[in-house]
């Protein structure tokens, strides 16, 4: 998954990193012209503080710019937020009551080189909030998301700018622009119409009350989530209760249980998903369904990390700023700048998706509740049995289970040898470890990219294992956006929440962590292969239903035969996987894809049913709600839960795939369309990563998504190379 960098302001304002001080993008000092974002006496005491000690108050001196891990303590972030805050008011205002006539260069480029401070601060915040939070910066979340939503709406619907932008658009065929020019100014004018730049008066201090209600309520759900999936973790008091587990596994959740003061009993800490890691090997019903039922229900205790009021909230201010904004819907204002463009697109898409699943999980469900009365079961198949029993079903007709194969996935060897081997063949990249740059978490690692002609390329973070302090799933983000306008290159990282091996032991893993590991490595090169002039169009700053597809696409080397064979090795004997094993896995590969695809389809049709609601239709029950937008959507299959419930479905009320959930699906379309072009034209090769490279993951948002899709492919995308790979063409 792409993260969402929530606290940083939309458009340009903040998409930069190369200032040597508070000084407005001229060198003219912020404190001139600038007034505090906010009157409170917080921020005003948080601004006093703000000096030349502070770790963002200039670039870091570090390789390519990266943040000085070492030197950043909780509370420097703070005051260099509110700072932030006051320099790019400051810079925006100079530029929207410039006299001179807007031109190119002192209206858009002017806005690309402001809020430089705040930008440093706000990606470094984001990266520890998601991957190593702690009730300090949680609290400095909530203290500030209502003054950085006002900063973004004071530039957003500032008027005095927006004309600025009105009159170059008007007159764009004469400015003689170059294509990424003329995209970045289309950006900046329909983004700032979007965001409510033709509001009157007073609806535009409407969209900012609601605004700001919206800022703090999605901060309330991140954190209200966060505690909820740390207080769900299930407490085991019985070793027998754990029947079916592996001693390191065992020894892995005993260990939890003493990091939380529980020595003697076991932990089963919560996974981002509806169904959990661990359900697929523990023997005990009883423990399954407990485990299920805590994931589950999570956030509805009724408690103060209770969602349900949080979530109906937030929908209902979303449906008030569409409404506003002249939108039948919240998804039909923001699908506007999608590829997809409108909700009815996707509902028609997904309408060619869930029958299919829903098919194919149908036999699967047959196939597992057979099983289950063969191996003397006598219950109706649950949620919480499907993982289990479809294990012994993999077993029993691919003799294939997961403990066969992670002794040949140990973590770095699939990193060294599989992950940055698939990116040397594909478009000449080589890494190197290097321990001298700080880190904010002692297991994250470090290395220098360097590109095909030996030039330095990127910094790659990677943060693998789960802590009770980060966020569940898997991500990628920047701590530095590449520019050529403000010489900066891309300082990327990947988060995700792999179990950690006791001391002196390996990561052996899933098969379905090592394709986590490709896809997120997907995103990272589509970050490190930006090369855009201007930091709001570059790298992965594309559309939420384009930002997907170089990720899912990247997943398909995972079982390409030369890299896989490079990296599938055993970590005791350094031997090579035996080709009967092989090839047990790739015939299982369309495995329970029907309950796969089901999952996910479900989750993305909640989401879209939320995000199509007016005011006045917003429910008072979540869970009946829910219940309900399932039942209707032609799949719902009670033995098939949705890989997110709306209480804990992080991706649509804090993550910024708010009508937006689809987006994996569509990319994934996209994905099997251009690997279908790979297969057809020789597979993995350098000539193919790098037309690959040069027609879709350098080129940012610099294009119209269709065209460059178009461009690549031949032809626009189609469903059919994607229903097939699934296996979602026939019911077995």
């Given at each position: ?698 080129r940012g948002n610099t294009e119209d998504y269709g065209t460059m899709f178009k461009a690549f492919r031949g032809r626009d995308p189609s469903i059919a190379p994607m229903l097939e790979d699934l296996g979602l063409t026939d019911k077995h």
């Amino acid at each position: 998954m792409f993260k969402t960098l929530t606290y940083s302001l939309l458009g340009a304002a903040v998409m930069a990193a190369a200032t040597s001080g508070p000084v407005l993008a001229d060198g003219t000092p912020a404190a001139s012209t600038a007034t505090a974002p906010s009157a409170s006496t917080r921020a005003a005491a948080q601004l006093a503080l703000f000096n030349s000690s502070n770790p963002f108050y200039a670039p870091s001196s570090l390789s390519l710019q990266a943040p000085p891990w070492d030197k950043i303590k909780d509370g420097d972030y703070e005051p260099a937020m509110y700072a932030g805050m006051k320099q790019v008011l400051a810079e925006v205002d100079q530029i929207a009551n410039n006299p001179a006539a807007p031109t190119f260069d002192n209206t858009i480029v002017a806005m690309e080189k402001t809020g430089q401070l705040l930008n440093r601060v706000t990606l470094a915040f984001n990266t520890v909030t998601g991957a190593n939070t702690d009730d300090t910066l949680q609290q400095i979340q909530e203290d500030t998301a209502s003054d950085l939503q006002a900063t973004q709406d004071a530039i957003n619907l500032n008027s005095k700018l927006f004309a600025r932008y009105q009159a170059l658009y008007d007159q764009r065929a004469s400015l003689k622009l170059d294509p990424e020019q003329a995209k970045l100014l289309d950006y900046y004018y329909t983004e700032a119409v979007l965001a409510g730049a033709k509001l009157s008066d007073a609806d535009k201090e409407r969209l900012k009350k609601l605004n700001g209600e919206e800022a703090d309520l999605v901060t309330k759900f991140q954190n209200q989530l966060l505690a909820a999936t740390k207080a769900g973790a299930v407490v085991i008091d019985h070793k027998s209760e754990l029947a079916g587990l592996n001693q390191t596994q065992i020894e892995s959740l005993a260990r939890a249980a003493e990091s939380r003061g529980l020595k003697g009993k076991w932990v089963i800490s919560l996974q981002n998903t509806t169904q959990q890691p661990l359900l697929q090997f523990l023997s005990d019903r009883a423990t399954r369904e407990k485990l299920f039922k805590a994931s589950w229900t999570r956030t509805e205790h009724g408690d103060a990390n209770d969602t349900r009021a949080t979530i109906l909230a937030i929908a209902k201010v979303r449906a008030e700023k569409a409404q506003l904004m002249g939108y039948a819907n919240y998804a039909a204002w923001k699908l506007q700048d999608q590829m997809a463009k409108t909700p009815e697109a996707v509902d028609k898409f997904l309408g060619q998706l869930i029958p299919a699943a829903a098919a194919r999980a149908r036999v699967e469900a047959a196939d597992i509740q057979a099983m289950i009365d063969k191996t003397g079961g006598h219950f109706k198949l649950e949620p919480w049995d499907w993982e289990y029993y479809a294990e012994k079903v993999r077993k029993a007709k691919y003799d294939l289970d997961d403990a066969q194969v992670r002794p040949y996935f140990e973590l770095n060897n699939v990193l060294q040898n599989g992950v940055f081997y698939a990116a040397n063949q594909l478009y000449g990249l080589t890494f190197k470890e290097r321990h001298d740059l700080p880190v904010y978490q002692p297991d994250v690692r470090v290395f220098d990219v360097f590109d095909k002609d030996g030039k330095q390329l990127a910094i790659w973070y990677c943060d693998y294992f789960k802590r009770d302090n980060k966020q569940g799933g898997a991500w990628m983000s920047n701590m530095v956006n590449q520019s050529k306008l403000l010489g900066t290159q891309p300082v990327v990282y990947n988060v995700a929440n792999f179990q950690k091996p006791a001391s002196g032991q390996p990561a052996l893993l899933s098969f379905g962590d090592v394709t986590t590991m490709f896809h997120e490595f997907g995103h990272a090169l589509h970050g490190m292969f930006a090369e855009q002039e201007y930091p709001t169009l570059s790298g992965t700053n594309v559309a939420r239903d384009f930002v997907e597809f170089p990720s899912q696409f990247n997943e398909n080397w995972a079982l390409d035969p030369k890299v896989f064979a490079h990296y599938a090795v055993n970590y005791k004997t350094h031997k090579p996987m035996p080709k009967a094993l092989v090839a047990k896995i790739k015939k299982a590969a369309k495995f329970n894809k029907g309950y796969d695809s089901l999952e996910a389809y479900e989750a993305a049709f909640l989401d879209m049913q939320w995000h199509e609601l007016t005011p006045d239709q917003i429910p008072t029950d979540v869970d009946a709600f829910q219940n309900a937008a399932l039942a209707k959507d032609g799949g719902d299959l009670p033995q098939v839960p949705s890989r997110y419930s709306s209480t804990y479905f992080a991706h649509i009320w804090s993550n910024g795939y708010a009508a937006g959930y689809y987006a994996y699906a569509w990319t994934q379309m996209l994905d099997h369309d251009a690997y279908s072009w790979f297969k057809e034209n020789g597979g993995l090769s350098r000539a193919n990563g790098q037309r690959f490279r040069d027609m879709i993951l350098s080129r940012g948002n610099t294009e119209d998504y269709g065209t460059m899709f178009k461009a690549f492919r031949g032809r626009d995308p189609s469903i059919a190379p994607m229903l097939e790979d699934l296996g979602l063409t026939d019911k077995h």
